[in-house]
């Protein structure tokens, strides 16, 4: 339920994870030439996870597998349960969401102190997607509570709304309405003051729309003008049509046969 990035920030964002990349792969060398372990393996996964980014899956998997092997024969836990997690990452981008379950799984004890607490809380948050994927609706939403409560715990906004809005599209999706919207309008009160404009875009779009579903039409209309205001604002025109498509459809029945999680 990402929102994408825009063509010129993403190719900004892909120089500077090169540029990112190559500064790293210096430091991997050298680790090696000096035969610092510790050093190698934490080089390996900041290779992994910046050409990953960038979309060499290969290349990552190979750094956080060889990552991983160092640290387990290291006897670093830590290190270990952050490859395991990066490689689980890499599972889900190839639609393999068992052997993801199985390779993050094994690390939350580890991840679930306070020095990892953001790595913890990401990795909650991917079982969350991973267990969603496989049809395991409980599970997943149990994650995501997981996920909330981690997020709170350390203060961190930005997770702890990713999880608000995926809790409201489980919630959503199984027809529990009251949940849904209450799950959206935290996230869109979070969002708000994170001065989050994108994430302000998608909670009044989702907000909108269940709030036609329990007949608050006066709401609706509000929400999801603001939705499309904010969405034209920010140059994502499908977006804005979208939520001018429920405008529209606000004065019918037409949004009944429609959900927000289809785009």
């Keep these: ?17 090169w540029l990112l990349s190559a500064l790293v792969r210096v430091d991997l060398a050298w680790a090696r030439a000096l035969g610092d372990e510790a050093a190698v393996v934490d080089a390996l996964l900041e290779v992994g996870r910046l050409t990953g980014e960038n979309g060499r899956l290969d290349e990552a998997e190979r750094c956080f597998t060889e990552a991983g092997s160092r640290a387990r024969g290291l006897g670093l836990e830590l290190a270990l349960a952050r490859s395991e997690v ?8 190839r639609g393999n969401f068992e052997e993801a379950r199985m390779a993050i799984e094994p690390a939350l004890p580890i991840l679930s102190t306070q020095a990892e607490r953001p790595v ?14 496989l049809g395991q609706v409980d599970a997943a939403a149990a994650y995501l509570e997981q996920a909330c409560s981690a ?3 350390n203060g961190d906004t930005r997770r ?7 809790l409201g599209g489980i919630a959503y999706r ?9 799950y959206w309008l935290e996230a869109l009160a979070l969002s708000r003051q994170r001065k989050d404009a994108a994430a302000i875009a998608k909670a009044t779009f989702f907000s909108g729309v269940v709030s036609r579903h329990m007949g608050r039409v006066d709401q609706a209309r509000s929400l ?21 498509e429920y405008l529209a459809a606000l004065e019918s029945d037409a949004a009944s046969d429609m959900s927000p999680l289809d785009s």
């Design 1 to 17: 339920m990402s929102e994408p990035e825009s063509g010129l920030s993403a190719a900004i964002n892909r120089t500077a994870r």
């Design 174 to 182: 199984q027809k529990e309405y009251e949940t849904a919207d209450g």
């Design 151 to 153: 997020a709170q715990a």
């Design 86 to 93: 990066q490689l689980g990452s890499i599972f889900i981008l």
């Design 224 to 244: 999801l003008a603001e939705s499309e205001t904010l969405y034209a604002r920010l140059g994502r025109s499908a977006q804005a049509v979208r939520a001018r």
């Design 120 to 133: 913890f809380t990401d990795a909650l948050l991917r079982l969350a997607l991973v267990n969603d994927e």
């Design 160 to 166: 702890g709304l990713q999880a608000l809005m995926d």
